[in-house]
């Protein structure tokens, strides 16, 4: 997709139209290092999250609502890595947009849906470990497997229309320069995404796992106390503690996600402040690799997630495992 000119020449994005933008110039060594670095870190968030809902789809024993709700968050990084992650590389790498204005509007739309989806998904994992760790009794009745498909699915439509009305407000905006690619809202949809996509779902995040780590620490100093005292556990002893564990484990995949999330949004409201800088695209791309990172944390503190790749990897076994 490069143009050459000679070294002195400023380079364009589409030469032959007069209000092309400006390409950044490159040595080929930087863009063969930028984009096999970027092509890598994209098949390995789309391999990982494929791991992880192969394991929830196929082995029965993982079909539970916490898990249909891992699988739903691992669908929207694995479509990060697979769709989001290569376009924005080569915007990021050729410093042009080169697939329309049309094909602009969408990609926006998918990449602020998966998002959204991705922080929805992430509520709704706060209040399912808030039900399971502060309400044990009433879990079974009142987070079932059809409420929480169906709330999945509201979800993300919601999402899907909530950004649809986002780039469709601003469709009749013009850029600065043809070749370019940046979503620019109005003052009344940066208050509203500020509190519908960043004060509101952060402070129930944030509430609501504070809580859980309050009834969980609790919950751990009586079943330490009972096993000093030589007593037997229980089966409800049991299972708090393993709710407990839960809630720390989806606690650290929530604190990652908005350590990543936090600083971007920060900076995207700061005034003056355009996407092409350096500083806004690291914060992007740290939202990017996140979506590669969700799996890891499952690989180290959930055994079922290493017992079930182990089956996935070997072929002859994941028939029978089912």
Known sequence: MAYETEDHETQYCFPAINSSCIKTKRSTHEYNIMYVFFSLLSVWTVFLNLLVIISISHFKKLHTSTNMLILSLAVADLLVGLIVMPLEAIRLIETCWYFGDIFCRLFLIIMGLLFSASLSNLVLIAVDRYVAVCQPLLYPQKITMTRTIIIICVSWFFSSVYNIAIVFSISHRKYTCYGECTIITTFAWSIADLFLSFLLPCTV??????????????????????????????????????????????????????????????????????????????????????????????????????????????????????
Request: proline letters at 3%; one cysteine or more.
């Open 205 to 322: 995040i944030i509430t609501l796992y504070l809580r859980n780590f309050y009834v969980a620490h609790q919950q751990v100093k009586v079943i330490n106390s009972l096993l000093r005292s030589g007593k037997h556990l229980t089966e409800g002893s049991m299972r708090k503690k393993s709710e407990s564990k839960a809630a720390l484990t989806l606690g650290i995949i929530v604190m990652v996600y908005l350590f990543c999330w936090i600083p971007f949004f920060i900076l995207s409201l700061t005034p003056n402040t355009g996407m092409t800088s350096a500083t806004a695209y690291i914060l992007l791309w740290m939202l990017y690799i996140n979506s590669g990172l969700n799996p890891l944390i499952y690989a180290i503190f959930y055994p079922w997630f290493k017992i079930s790749v182990k089956h996935i990897l070997n072929l002859s076994k994941i028939f029978k495992a089912a």
